[in-house]
């Protein structure tokens, strides 16, 4: 979907909130802080800044982020009782709205950060999460395939890390989830080991289209693909329990290149 000139600016002042929001979650994430506390930060200064939380009230959930420590790979919820200590990484994934209410345009982004000094295996696996958007977003254009993405996230990955291919970037605009699917794996190398799962097969069909709006979310583990959800019904954690990463942006995808908003 193609929208209006001034619809691209009101995502782009969109993107600027959330990219000061994570700025100032990535100051607070020190040992000691909960991740309920967090969120608190991240809504007091998306609102302060005009815009408002578009994961609260999603799908009834209740909080402005989702904060995900160690093999929590997503959806963690904020919690009181959850206190990050030394060593500890943790994903943060939030989303705004600008400008309030109806019409508002969304814009969606991750980081995982690393609490205090942690280990070189931890910094490996945040610093490569990372390089798996860049590598996927390099030369990324209007007339690609958007399957091109998981592809270049698995070949750049070369089975390092566990890729979650249960869990898919997605478009963005209006609402916080929108058509295309965008997967961090090769699609067509599932399909040939067996995968069914038909939302793969109309992955392949799809091309980028000049003024589409998707968000890149690579999650990478440090073991086997895996994962569940726990008890709360929200957080995704990984089945052997190694330590997961995130890392997402929003971008508009231009003729001859990608705009990146976050």
């Not at 982004?109 to 958007?133: Q, W």
Request: glycine share 10%; with cysteine.
């Amino acid at each position: 979907m193609k929208y209006s000139e001034k619809q691209y600016e009101n995502l782009r002042a969109s993107g600027k909130i959330l990219r000061g929001a994570l700025l100032e979650l990535e100051k607070a994430t020190k040992a000691g802080v909960t991740t309920l506390e967090l969120d608190k930060i991240a809504e007091e200064y998306i609102r302060k800044n005009g815009g408002e939380p578009c994961f609260k009230g999603y799908n009834g959930y209740g909080f402005t982020i989702c904060a995900s420590v160690n093999e929590e790979s997503i959806h963690g919820m904020p919690r009181k009782n959850k206190v990050l200590k030394d060593g500890d990484i943790v994903s943060i994934d939030c989303g705004v709205r600008y400008p309030k209410g109806k019409g508002g345009m969304c814009t969606d982004a991750a980081r995982t950060y690393p609490v205090g000094k942690v280990s070189s295996e931890a910094t490996e696996l945040i610093s490569k999460c990372r390089e798996c958007f860049e590598v996927a977003t390099k030369d990324l254009k209007a007339g690609l395939p958007v399957s091109v993405i998981g592809e270049k996230i698995e070949s750049f990955i070369n089975g390092r890390y566990g890729i979650i291919d249960t869990f898919f970037g997605h478009g963005i605009g209006e609402k916080i989830h929108e058509e295309p699917l965008v997967p961090n794996f090769d699609v067509r190398k599932a399909i040939a080991g067996g995968d069914s799962r038909e939302r793969l097969r109309k992955v392949i069909e799809i091309q980028l289209q000049e003024g589409m709006i998707i968000c890149i979310e690579p999650m990478i583990n440090c073991g086997k693909k895996f994962v569940k959800t726990a008890k709360d019904g929200w957080t995704v954690v990984t089945k052997d329990g190694k330590l997961a990463a995130h890392y997402e942006n929003t971008i508009i995808i231009h003729k001859d290149r990608v705009e990146v908003v976050t």
